[in-house]
């Protein structure tokens, strides 16, 4: 265990040369310098690939590493990355990648020079590989479950099998990839974290969890960790990307993220200038929104980006254990709460309504109107408890609801903690889990009632279903169940998923993905809640930083407008 550290936000600038000098000077121009600040409130378990599994981890380790494919923040479309090109065969099932000539891993100790390789095609097929592999790549795995031939042999053992039949490389550059089946998300799957490459050097050197320690191709290297206070990155001088007109990217010198879960303290330091950018905003924050310009200036002080994510809030349901064991309580508990009004009244119109179930609005082909929800409705919710044994709330335990720090996820328990006691007659306690504690309990089935969050790895309806896939519920209490963590399983929702992966129809595919989310609403594994919208406030010098409904982070072709540096200074009093 780490030793625990004060906080200090300012974090000298030395420490960004504590590393080898690189090997080409930074680029001077308009464009080119400075130091990228911001904070993360939520604890980062890990930035290794495998094990990345927030939006919090995703914004930190995608400026370390990459993958074959990105993701443009803009418009949220498949781009090239360490594959400059590929290329899919007639019966759409075999993918070959040609990797970008002369990318080198950073530098560090790790390898025999402390000089970065170039990346090879072996890498690729090893981290896949990686992946595939039960123990080490269980985050990620349901990323290519079911989807690359030879997977799940592999994964599960079967007959002896070595390798993943269906990863193949074919030179230093190519490596080809054989699918059980076409998939029109196969690109953006592969895109996601858990599919960036990292060279085999990393384990290597600092074992298979690499905590405090990260080695990838990125615009940026991990060059300083002090656990439970801050991370510096710096710029990587070797970095293969070019902006439109052939500038050398990143433009930033480095990026500097403290760790400070204090919201309050986060937005009190970008108010003074001390951090470029604030991801997430909490409540008693919001009203800050109307200081965006200084009145005794009138310049602005901070640009506003808002917009709604894909994403879903939901309450999971150990229904192993009672008395969520009973459909009628998990059901009672879900006609209890009032979305719309927990909406409007407590999240002050940031998020929108779970009005049907996990799948956000936003997919202009998917058939909402399909998946019928869950209403407010306190007099069945009422009957349905008295059914199950509790008329009144009467004899029913007192329940636990675990919730952590986040947007509005303290006062929603609070909202939903009132309207049980008043609909229903009981009583939970909210009880506050420790970060580094929250999820471990939740994947390991100790929690009994949490809160928990989904933000799409892909711009499909699919990826919210993912979460209830029968695959990914681990049969065994004993182990953790880091995708599925209420252990849904039902054969019925199961195969229309499977169906729908195979439909070639977009519409039937749809309407085969909509069917399994009713199946699933009808049995309440869970209770969706809201759908939010991301709010990112931004100094008015940088330039370049583009909001998106994945969350997405890319700092690549971020820059300072030294003029508007200057005429704010010019301003101050």
Same mark, same amino acid.
């Given at each position: 265990?780490?030793? +625990? ?26 464009? =080119? ?10 604890? %980062? ?62 530098? &560090? ?5 402390? +000089? ?30 079911? +989807? ?10 079967? &007959? ?39 060279? +085999?050097?990393?384990?290597?050197? =600092? ?21 439970? &206070? ?12 070019? &902006? ?139 009957? %349905? ?79 919210? %279903? ?29 195969? %229309? ?32 809640? =809201? ?43």
């Amino acid at each position: 265990m780490f030793p +625990k550290r004060s906080f200090v936000f300012a974090i000298p600038l030395f420490l960004l040369a504590c590393s080898s000098a690189p090997e080409k000077p930074a680029p001077a121009g308009e464009r =080119y310098g400075g130091i990228f600040n911001f904070n993360e409130a939520k604890t %980062l378990r890990n930035i290794f690939p495998p094990e990345v599994t927030s939006v919090a981890e995703q914004r930190v380790a995608s400026q370390i590493y990459e993958g074959l494919v990105g993701i443009n923040p803009k418009d949220l479309k498949v781009r090239p990355a360490l594959a400059e090109d590929w290329e899919v065969d007639s019966t759409g099932v075999v993918y070959t990648f040609h990797l970008r000539p002369g990318v080198r891993f950073h530098d &560090d100790p790790a390898f025999p020079d402390g +000089k970065g390789r170039e990346l090879t095609a072996e890498d690729v097929a090893h981290c896949f590989t990686m992946v595939c592999t039960k123990g080490f790549g269980d985050n990620a795995y349901w990323l290519l479950q079911g +989807k690359v031939q030879g997977a799940d042999n592999f994964h599960d053992g079967k &007959d002896g099998v070595k390798d993943v039949s269906g990863i193949r490389v074919i030179d230093e550059a190519t490596v080809q990839f054989t699918l059980t089946a076409p998939d029109p998300n196969f690109l953006y799957s592969i895109a996601g974290a858990g599919c960036w490459i990292w060279p +085999k050097e990393l384990t290597e050197a =600092y074992g298979t969890d690499p905590k405090g320690h990260g080695i990838g191709t990125g615009p940026f290297r991990l060059v300083e960790t002090r656990p439970g &206070d801050a991370l510096v990155l710096q710029r990587n001088a070797n970095y293969w990307g070019v &902006d439109e007109e052939g500038r050398s990217l990143p433009y930033l010198d480095g990026v500097r993220i403290t760790l400070v879960p204090d919201q309050q303290r986060e937005m009190t330091e970008f108010l003074r200038g001390g951090l470029h950018m604030v991801s997430e905003l909490s409540l008693a924050n919001i009203g800050l929104l109307t200081d965006s310009i200084d009145t005794l200036t009138g310049q602005r002080r901070f640009s506003v980006s808002t917009m709604p994510t894909l994403s879903v809030q939901f309450y999971g349901l150990n229904s192993s254990k009672p008395p969520f064991n009973d459909i009628r309580v998990r059901r009672a508990f879900a006609l209890a709460i009032d979305r719309q009004m927990l909406v409007d009244s407590v999240l002050r119109g940031m998020a929108v309504e779970a009005e049907h179930g996990l799948v956000p609005p936003g997919f202009s082909s998917y058939p909402y109107d399909m998946v019928h929800g869950t209403p407010f409705a306190p007099d069945s919710a009422r009957k %349905l408890l008295a059914s199950a044994g509790f008329p009144g709330g009467k004899g029913f335990p007192r329940v636990q609801l675990q919730v952590n720090n986040g947007f509005g996820y303290r006062e929603t328990a609070s909202f939903v903690q009132d309207a049980l006691e008043r609909e229903l007659g009981v009583g939970i306690t909210i009880s506050s889990v420790p970060d580094h504690e929250y999820f471990d309990r939740i994947e390991r089935g100790t929690a009994l009632f949490w809160r928990e969050g989904w933000v799409a790895d892909l711009p499909d309806p699919e990826n919210f %279903l993912a979460l209830l896939d029968g695959r990914n519920a681990v049969a065994d209490t004993a182990l953790a169940s880091p995708l599925n963590t209420t252990r849904f399983a039902d054969p019925r929702f199961d195969g %229309l998923l499977r169906q729908a992966s195979e439909e070639k129809d977009d519409t039937q595919r749809n309407i085969d993905l909509a069917s399994a989310e009713e199946l699933a609403m009808r049995s309440v594994p869970l209770i969706p809640l =809201y759908h939010e919208r991301s709010m990112q406030l931004t100094r008015p010098n940088v330039i370049g930083l583009q909001a998106n409904a994945l969350e997405l982070l890319d700092l690549r072709s971020t820059w300072f407008h030294a003029a508007t540096v200057a005429k704010q200074e010019q301003a101050a009093p």
